[in-house]
């Protein structure tokens, strides 16, 4: 079974500090990953995501995660925090790799405050 | 781009009534289709998935069913509500088997 932890549920950081964000899969085959944002009562957006292609994957907002199988690691990195970017952030894996459907497992989020 | 609309957006319901949420999609055609609870600090718990016109996966046994009437309409029901189905409840959809899911803005029921 597929797995995902995220490490820190509430993260506190200064405006214009180094977001970090970790997240840590399980997977038994070849993992695609994904990192999403939730402002408060709103749905998912995704920031990015990671499918075997490059490990340094890029993505909206000035995210950017980077892929280490070696750690089993998909953490999430912004190098200049800004007030927009306080939200919750879930980390997900999928599964089922190459059956008829691929379900995302996601993490139990962390929430990310920015403080003035 | 792909859209899923989903609704109502909040719901407050007596226990022991019944329950209906509904999405639908646009922009893709044929999309595997989801439905997540959202509990405080407990990130999203897959209930139901679906990969076409009336085929449902549940993932959890539970007092909610699923239906999916046409392609791009999900509909999540229950026939008793009870105080534990208190949630944000999100549809989402999947358009190819590589990609992200995209969500609707989500759907908060409060059972009394």
């Known amino acids: 079974a597929q797995s995902v932890t995220q490490l820190g549920s509430h993260v506190s950081v200064s405006e214009g500090a180094l977001v970090l964000l970790r997240c840590n899969y399980s997977?038994?085959?070849?993992?695609?990953l994904f990192w999403y944002v939730q402002y408060p009562n709103q749905g998912l957006q995704l920031l990015l995501k990671?499918?075997?292609?490059?490990?340094l994957v890029k993505g909206i907002n000035g995210f950017e995660a980077e892929f280490k199988k070696s750690e089993t690691s998909f953490h999430l990195t912004k190098p200049s925090a800004h007030m927009s970017d306080a939200a919750e952030y879930f980390c997900?894996?999928?599964?089922?790799?190459?059956?008829?459907?691929?379900?995302?497992?996601f993490g139990t989020g962390t929430l990310l405050a920015v403080q003035p | 781009s792909q859209t899923i609309h989903q609704w109502p957006a909040t719901l407050v319901q007596p226990v022991g009534s019944p329950l209906s949420l509904e999405c639908t999609v646009e922009?893709?055609?044929?999309?595997?289709l989801y439905w997540y609870r959202q509990a405080a600090g407990r990130g999203l718990q897959l209930l139901f998935y679906?990969?076409?016109?009336?085929?449902i996966s549940s993932e959890v046994p539970q007092n909610l069913s699923a239906s999916r009437p046409q392609d791009r309409q999900f509909i999540l029901s229950s026939k008793k509500l009870l105080l534990s189905d208190s949630g944000f409840y999100l549809c989402a959809g999947q358009g190819n088997l590589a990609g992200e899911l995209f969500f609707g803005e989500g759907s908060r029921l409060t059972v009394l």
């Open positions: 990671y499918t075997s292609a490059a490990t």
């Open positions: 922009g893709t055609s044929n999309p595997n």
């Open positions: 679906s990969v076409g016109i009336g085929q």
């Open positions: 997977s038994s085959v070849p993992p695609y």
């Open positions: 997900a894996v999928s599964s089922n790799y190459g059956g008829a459907t691929n379900k995302l497992i």
